[in-house]
C-alpha cells in the first residue's frame, strides 16, 4: 500500500497529461500514439518475415530462429542493464523529490521498492513497444498455442526485474565511486562506445553466416555454431529455454523457469541490501557533487541562440527551456538510445 501510494503521484501526474491537458497536447499525445502504432507495425513486419526466413531453412531453420532469439534476448537484456543504471541514478540519487521523499516516515524498504519499480518503468518500456511485436512474429511463425503467450508477461517481467536490480545495485556502487553526475554524463559517452563496440562484435562475428551452412567446413561445424549457447546461468539463456519450449509444444523446463523468477527475486534481494549499505553515503557525495556541466555549456547556448532565432520569443524561450531540461536530464535518453541501439543492432545482425 505504501509503494503504491508513493508510486501514485508520478502515475496521476502522467494521466493528467492527457487528462487536463490543452487541444495541442492532446493532439501531441494522440500523434506519438499513432507513430507508436506504426513503429509496432513496422517492428512486427520485419520480424515476422526475419524469423519465416529463418525458419524456413531446410533442417537447421528451428535452430536458426532459437539462436536469433537468443541473441536478440541477449542483446536486449544488456541494453536494459546499462538503461537502468542511468536512470536509477536519477531516481535514487539526483531526483528533485528525493529531500520530501526522505524526510516522510517511510521505511527504506518501502522506498527502495517504489524506486525500484519506478527506475524499472522509466527504463523498460520500450522492451514491452519492441518485444511484444517480436513475441508475435515467433508465436505466428510457430503456430504457438495459448501457452507460449500466457508465459510472455511471466518471461518478460522476470527479465526487467533483474535488469532493473542490477542497474539499481551498480548505480549505487558507482555513486559511491564517483559523483553521480559525473557517472551519469560519462555513462552517456560509455553507451555510445558500447554500442560500437557490439557492432563490431557482431560483424566480427558475422551472424549472416548462419543461413548458409556452404560457409562451414562441415555439417557437423555448422550444427556445433548453431547450438553454442549462451551461458546458462544469465537470465536471457533461461527466458530462451523456456520460450522456445513453448514455442516448439514440448513439456515446460520448469527448472529454467523457477531460476528465472528465483533469479529475479534474489536479484531484487541483493539490490536492496546494496542500496542499503551504500546509500548514505552515495547521497551524501551526490549533494556535494556539482552540477551537470554540460546543460551549462556556453556552446550550447550559442548553438540554441542560433537555432532558435526563427521563432518567437515565447516559442524560443520554451524551446530552449526544452532543450536544456533533456540535456540536464540524461535518464530521459534511454528509451531513444535503446530504439536506436536495438534498431542498429537488428541492422547490423
Same mark, same amino acid.
Given at each position: ?20 491537458? %490543452?487541444?495541442?497536447?492532446? =493532439? ?68 528533485? %523529490? ?51 503467450? =500466457? ?35 560519462? =555513462? ?52 530462451? %529455454? ?17 531460476? =528465472? ?39 550550447? %547556448? ?48
Amino acid at each position: 500500500m505504501v509503494v503504491a501510494r508513493l508510486l501514485w503521484p508520478r502515475l496521476r501526474g502522467t494521466l493528467n497529461r492527457f487528462v487536463r491537458g %490543452d487541444r495541442a497536447t492532446r =493532439l501531441a499525445i494522440v500523434l506519438l500514439g499513432a507513430l507508436f502504432l506504426v513503429f509496432w507495425a513496422g517492428i512486427f513486419g520485419l520480424f515476422g518475415w526475419l524469423v519465416d526466413a529463418f525458419y524456413s531453412v531446410e533442417i537447421f531453420g528451428p535452430l536458426l530462429a532459437r539462436k536469433l532469439l537468443e541473441i536478440m534476448l541477449l542483446g536486449l537484456f544488456a541494453l536494459l542493464c546499462f538503461s537502468n543504471v542511468i536512470t536509477a541514478l536519477s531516481t535514487f540519487y539526483i531526483s528533485d %523529490d528525493l529531500e520530501l521523499l526522505l524526510s516522510l516516515p517511510v521505511s527504506r524498504e518501502s522506498f527502495h521498492l517504489s524506486r525500484l519499480l519506478e527506475t524499472m518503468l522509466q527504463s523498460s518500456w520500450m522492451m514491452g513497444v519492441f518485444g511484444l511485436p517480436v513475441a508475435v512474429a515467433y508465436g505466428l511463425a510457430y503456430d504457438a498455442g495459448i501457452d507460449f503467450y =500466457l508465459l510472455l508477461p511471466v518471461v518478460g517481467s522476470a527479465l526487467v526485474l533483474s535488469a532493473a536490480a542490477v542497474g539499481v545495485g551498480t548505480a549505487s556502487v558507482l555513486v559511491n565511486v564517483f559523483p553521480a553526475r559525473r557517472v551519469r554524463e560519462g =555513462l552517456v559517452l560509455a553507451g555510445v562506445l558500447a554500442l560500437g563496440f557490439v557492432l563490431v562484435v557482431l560483424r566480427l562475428m558475422r551472424p549472416e553466416r548462419l543461413v548458409n551452412a556452404d560457409d562451414f567446413e562441415s555439417v557437423a561445424a555448422y550444427v556445433a555454431e548453431l547450438q553454442a549457447p549462451v551461458p546458462v546461468l544469465l537470465p536471457p539463456r533461461q527466458a530462451s %529455454d523456456v520460450l522456445v519450449a513453448a514455442l516448439g509444444g514440448r513439456p515446460m523446463p520448469w527448472l529454467e523457469l523457477g531460476m =528465472l523468477v528465483t533469479g529475479a527475486i534474489a536479484a531484487m534481494g541483493v539490490s536492496r541490501w546494496l542500496t542499503a549499505w551504500l546509500y548514505d553515503a552515495g547521497r551524501a557525495r551526490t549533494q556535494q557533487a556539482r552540477g551537470a556541466r554540460l546543460a551549462r555549456a556556453g556552446w550550447l %547556448d550559442r548553438v540554441l541562440d542560433i537555432a532558435t532565432r526563427p521563432l518567437p520569443a515565447g516559442s524560443r524561450a520554451l524551446v530552449v527551456k526544452d532543450v536544456k531540461t533533456f540535456v540536464r536530464d540524461p535518464s530521459q535518453w534511454t528509451q531513444g538510445r535503446l530504439v536506436g541501439s536495438i534498431i542498429l543492432i537488428t541492422l547490423a545482425s
